[in-house]
């Protein structure tokens, strides 16, 4: 994907229904700026202006309008892209053991006894 990644300028999702996007994480970490559509988890993801460019899903000119915007002005595009390489670290594998870690931590604790002694 590295490679794909870096012949693209700017990566667009136009979906109607996300999760987490997986491939939003993988263009920001590649620094690439970001044009999607505002459903599900994007905006867990995008910060809109900071980021990338979030639209409503149902708006195919402002879509266009904000793949035009960064096509045509590289000094966004990079200041996009940028910043969302430093905010891809945090979906990185550390947080992901961390917060695994802590969930087990909390559902341990969540099934012990009063009477148990901790751990």
Not at 32 to 46: Q, Y
Not at 63 to 75: G, Q
Request: net charge neutral; no cysteine.
């Amino acid at each position: 994907m590295t490679a794909v990644y870096g012949a693209m300028d700017v990566v667009a999702l136009s979906s109607r229904n996300e999760g987490t996007p997986v491939a939003l994480i993988e263009a920001g970490a590649a620094g690439k700026a970001i044009v999607a559509t505002r459903v599900g988890g994007v905006s867990d993801v995008v910060d809109t202006e900071r980021t990338g460019l979030l639209v409503p899903d149902d708006d195919l000119a402002a879509f266009t309008s904000a793949l035009e915007r960064l096509i045509v002005d590289a000094p966004l595009r990079a200041r996009l892209g940028s910043a969302a390489r430093a905010s891809s670290i945090r979906f990185g594998y550390a947080r992901l053991v961390d917060d695994l870690d802590g969930l087990y931590h909390a559902a341990r604790r969540g099934r012990r006894r009063s009477s148990e002694p901790v751990a």
